[in-house]
């Protein structure tokens, strides 16, 4: 693997370079205890547990979860929605919400939905031990250390608890280290142009030139942020990049193969956010293993959703040792807030100190971090029952509709802007939400309903669902293209 060894040594390089020039950055977390102030006799024992045997765990759905499925929106704002009139989100707040108890009563009538548009894959976001882990942790994370993580990472925004749960992640995804930033979006950012950063940095301050250059091979479908980040290195002269058509590995081999350039890299989404579909994990290895790039996901959507132990897609294809860097959110299945890079030590020390995303970005809250330390361990290793239910959910909308999904994740590709918004009108009407997606966030005539399965619907929720779509969708005339689902009204 002589190219991969390359990229090693271009990493040394680049941090020898970057401590020559003393831009070298570190982490020094600040040590927020979580103990009693003054702990004695069972609180000192209590506090100086292993904190994981104090997390509540459950074995099967509990009534709380609903509340990760069942929302309300105002009447008005069910009104404005139905009749397509474009709204600021204003008539949502009442008067009295404000504070103003001298104006009359708004009018509180609220619409019951189902959500089948979220992230939110595993239920977590209204689980009490995590909801917990964020007011109390233990002995008063928010209490005691407040919300505000008071600046950057680098200066003074990161502490024991973003190390812990740090340190975690980087067990899950079975890597050296990990780096959490403000978002999943940041730390897309961030990889990207660090990953410009390695030929500028090697190029010793003059412009690369272009066979010095970075190319990334990008997938066309993948993440705004992806291509944002690639965006700004391209800016900077220190990439040049060449999109291969969707999980299309023929295109991709080809824009290999003729690709003379050594500092090779290939960024893929590894569950597709828009299409729900796989990236082709085996024959990206394959092809690794060929030309030796370095091989970056943004696991956005299969962390914690995919592979035995919540690992994320490349544990479910049996390959995490193939992949250089994993970028994750703790915004979807975690349920909570947040991005991270889980990645070798070196990788590491050189995003954190390129990563402008994460550099000139204020960290975390300490909650949030403490929230998604309790989210990553609770979905990790306990409540194993979640990740088997939602793929439960998944075979279940196989069976009722007879299309052929593989996550769950469901694209039904309607077409034109209006017909998305007349089916998304329709199921609204029905009980549920379920948005329309259209351009810019996919290509025009490819607007469609975006439904996503959560651990906490119901086979019968899907049932119902299911019927309200056959009335807007014809499930026979759906047809397969490539890993799309395109449906006919
Ligand atoms: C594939 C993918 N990557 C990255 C992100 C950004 O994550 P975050 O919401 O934490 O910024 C998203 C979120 O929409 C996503 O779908």
């Known amino acids: ?283 990206l290895v394959k092809l690794r293993k060929k030309y030796g790039f370095l091989l970056v996901i943004d696991d956005a959507h299969g962390t914690f959703v995919c592979g035995k132990s919540g690992g994320g897609v490349a544990e479910e294809f049996n390959c995490e040792k193939d992949v250089d860097i994993c970028i994750g959110t703790l915004s979807k299945a975690a349920g909570c807030h947040g991005g991270f890079i889980a990645c070798s030590k070196k990788w590491k020390q050189l995003i954190q100190s390129r990563g402008r995303s994460f550099i000139f970005s204020t960290a975390s809250p300490v909650p949030i971090a403490s929230a998604a330390h309790a989210a990553a361990v609770i979905v990790a290793r306990k409540e194993t029952w979640r990740r088997r239910e939602i793929w439960d959910r998944v075979r279940d909308f196989r069976a009722l509709t007879g299309i052929p999904i593989s996550s769950p994740i469901i694209s039904l590709i309607i077409g034109s802007e209006d017909k998305a918004l007349e089916a998304s009108r329709h199921l609204l009407r029905s009980g549920f939400h379920v948005t329309a997606i259209r351009p810019p966030t996919v290509p025009p005539n490819s607007c469609r309903l975006r439904v996503t399965l959560c651990a906490t619907h119901t086979r019968d929720d899907l049932k119902r669902l299911t019927a309200a779509l056959s009335r807007c969708i014809n499930f026979q005339d759906i047809s397969i293209n490539g890993s799309n689902v395109y449906a006919r009204m």
């Open 1 to 283: 693997m002589e190219v991969l060894n390359s990229w090693d040594q271009w990493v040394e390089e680049s941090l020898s370079k970057l401590e020559a020039l003393q831009l070298l950055r570190s982490l020094r977390p600040i040590y927020l205890r979580n103990e009693p102030q003054n702990p004695i006799g069972d609180e000192y024992q209590k506090a100086s547990k292993p904190i994981e045997d104090d997390f509540e765990v459950f074995d099967k759905m509990q009534p709380f979860d609903r509340s990760s499925v069942e929302v309300e929106i105002s009447e008005p704002t069910f009104l404005k929605w139905v009749h397509e009139v474009t709204s600021s989100g204003d008539e949502a707040v009442c008067r009295d919400d404000l504070g103003d108890h001298k104006s009359e009563s708004c009018p509180r009538r609220f619409k019951k939905l189902l959500l089948f548009s979220g992230n939110d894959y595993l239920g977590l976001s209204s689980h009490p031990t995590i909801g917990k882990a964020a007011a109390k942790f233990q002995n008063q994370a928010a209490q005691e250390h407040g919300m505000g993580p008071r600046g950057s990472a680098l200066i003074c925004g990161y502490t024991n608890y973003h190390g812990m749960l740090e340190s975690c992640l980087a067990d899950l995804k079975k890597k050296e280290d990990c780096l959490l930033c403000p978002t999943g979006f940041a730390a897309n950012m961030a990889t990207m142009v660090t990953l410009g950063n390695v030929s500028s940095l090697l190029a010793s301050g003059r412009k690369p030139l272009q066979h010095e250059r970075v190319a990334i091979f990008s997938d066309a479908l993948n993440h705004a942020s992806i291509i944002d980040g690639i965006r700004l290195a391209e800016r900077q002269g220190s990439v040049e990049v060449f999109i291969y058509r969707h999980c299309n590995m023929t295109h991709l081999n080809a824009l290999l193969s003729s690709c003379t350039m050594r500092k090779k890299v290939v960024v893929t989404d590894s569950l597709f956010s828009m299409d729900g579909d796989f990236a082709p994990m085996i024959e």
